[in-house]
C-alpha cells in the first residue's frame, strides 16, 4: 500500500542547481525515516542521503557533501534533495526510499536497509 513518487528531474549544466521531490502515501510519513539514492549506467546503486524522523539525524555519501541538502515536510508527506553546484558525476537516476525498520544503524548507508522505492527520476548534468 506505500506509494512514493519522485519528481523534478531534468538536465542542467554543470555548477547549477536542481530541487527533487518524493511524495509518500499509504503510510504515516511523520514517523518513516527517509533516504534518496542515485544510480548511473554500470555501477551500483548508491546512498545520497538521509534524514530521520528527528531531522537533527541526517547524513550525506562523500561524493555530495556540502552540495546536497535532505529535507523533509511532514505536514505534506514530502521529501526534498537541493543539489547545488551539480558536476557531470551526478548524472543518474535519483530514487527516493522508505527505510526498514528494527535495523542495525549502518544498514542506512545500503539499500537493503530500505523497504520501499519511488520509480526514479533523471538526473542530466552535461555542458
Known amino acids: 500500500q506505500v506509494q512514493l513518487i519522485e519528481s523534478g528531474g531534468g538536465s542542467v549544466r554543470p555548477g547549477g542547481s536542481l530541487r527533487l521531490s518524493c511524495t509518500v502515501s499509504?503510510?504515516?510519513?511523520?514517523?518513516?525515516?527517509m533516504a534518496w539514492f542515485r544510480q548511473a549506467p554500470g555501477k551500483e546503486r548508491e546512498f545520497v542521503a538521509f534524514?530521520?524522523?528527528?531531522?537533527?539525524?541526517?547524513g550525506y555519501g562523500d561524493d555530495v557533501k556540502l552540495r546536497f541538502s535532505i529535507s523533509r515536510d511532514d505536514t505534506k508527506n514530502t521529501l526534498s534533495l537541493q543539489m547545488s553546484s551539480l558536476k557531470p558525476e551526478d548524472t543518474a537516476v535519483y530514487y527516493c526510499?522508505?527505510?526498514?525498520?528494527?535495523?542495525?544503524?549502518?544498514?542506512?548507508?545500503?539499500?537493503?536497509?530500505?523497504?520501499?522505492w519511488g520509480q526514479g527520476t533523471q538526473v542530466t548534468v552535461s555542458s
Open positions: 526510499a522508505l527505510k526498514k525498520s528494527g535495523q542495525w544503524r549502518a544498514s542506512r548507508y545500503v539499500a537493503t536497509g530500505y523497504s520501499d
Open positions: 499509504g503510510i504515516n510519513f511523520s514517523l518513516q525515516s
Open positions: 534524514i530521520g524522523t528527528d531531522t537533527n539525524d541526517m
